[in-house]
């Protein structure tokens, strides 16, 4: 049985990532592979149960940290893990990438620890394709204002946070460009799409073909 494909959702809070995630399992399905969708924090009970945590309680930033990796943990060994190897084609709401632009940039917790606690409970894992849905923190939070939503923790930060948040986000995709695909998430919903499933024809074709993942024309590692 193939291996299974990781594909990870991310970008900043208002960004219209999550709209986007289920288009991309029922593209992925019409192609006749097996997907699942899920997200971080979260995924399994426990998982689940610290994320509420997380979005409501007050907490330094390494609290955070150590709450998010214990999240992944779980969530990494009863889900991602087992998918994998199952075959799936795995979605997911935000992995490591976040961990280093939320907790990395916008927390100011050391890069070197956040490196060393990932590969301790997630190993070499990594996603075979990350869609980085990038949008101006200032339309970010306007989209977040006029959904009405009551707003989480997280998404009470001013704007310099996800300022900082972004610039990480962006320069991973500059040091990763061959799994790092930037979607220009300023577009109009059609055109995010389209672009997504780009990406993901991308993906499945050289998948096929037995080739590496490019996360789009002329990018290398």
Not at 95 to 106: C, E, I, M, N, V
């Given at each position: 049985m193939a291996h299974g494909k990781l594909i990870s959702f991310e970008g900043i809070d208002g960004a219209g990532k999550s709209t986007q995630?289920?288009?991309?399992?029922?593209?992925?399905?019409?192609?006749?592979?097996?997907?699942?969708?899920?997200r971080e924090p979260g995924g399994t009970p426990l998982a689940e149960q610290l994320r509420a945590l997380l979005l409501a309680e007050p907490m330094d930033a390494i609290t955070e940290t150590l709450l998010l990796f214990a999240a992944r943990r779980d969530h990494v060994e009863r889900v991602i893990?087992?998918?994998?190897?199952?075959?799936?084609?795995?979605?997911?709401?935000?992995f490591f990438d976040a961990t280093?632009?939320?907790?990395?940039?916008?927390?100011?917790?050391?890069?070197?620890?956040?490196?060393?606690?990932?590969?301790?409970?997630?190993?070499?894992?990594?996603?075979?394709?990350?869609l980085l849905f990038d949008?101006?923190?200032?339309?970010?939070?306007?989209?977040?204002?006029?959904?009405?939503?009551?707003?989480?923790?997280?998404?009470r930060e001013p704007e310099t946070f996800?300022?900082?948040?972004?610039?990480?986000?962006?320069?991973?995709?500059r040091a990763a460009q061959t799994?790092?695909?930037?979607?220009?998430?300023?577009?109009?919903?059609?055109?995010?799409?389209?672009?997504?499933e780009a990406a993901l024809t991308r993906l499945t074709e050289r998948s096929a073909a037995g080739r590496p993942v490019s996360g789009g024309p002329g990018e290398g590692r």
């Amino acid at each position: 049985m193939a291996h299974g494909k990781l594909i990870s959702f991310e970008g900043i809070d208002g960004a219209g990532k999550s709209t986007q995630l289920d288009h991309a399992a029922r593209c992925l399905a019409a192609r006749g592979l097996r997907t699942r969708v899920t997200r971080e924090p979260g995924g399994t009970p426990l998982a689940e149960q610290l994320r509420a945590l997380l979005l409501a309680e007050p907490m330094d930033a390494i609290t955070e940290t150590l709450l998010l990796f214990a999240a992944r943990r779980d969530h990494v060994e009863r889900v991602i893990r087992p998918a994998l190897a199952a075959g799936e084609w795995v979605l997911c709401d935000r992995f490591f990438d976040a961990t280093l632009a939320y907790q990395g940039a916008g927390r100011g917790v050391a890069e070197d620890w956040l490196r060393g606690l990932q590969a301790q409970i997630a190993g070499d894992l990594e996603p075979d394709l990350t869609l980085l849905f990038d949008v101006p923190e200032a339309l970010a939070a306007a989209r977040l204002r006029h959904s009405g939503a009551a707003a989480d923790r997280f998404e009470r930060e001013p704007e310099t946070f996800f300022g900082r948040v972004r610039s990480m986000y962006l320069a991973r995709a500059r040091a990763a460009q061959t799994r790092v695909c930037v979607i220009d998430a300023r577009a109009p919903a059609e055109q995010v799409t389209s672009q997504v499933e780009a990406a993901l024809t991308r993906l499945t074709e050289r998948s096929a073909a037995g080739r590496p993942v490019s996360g789009g024309p002329g990018e290398g590692r």
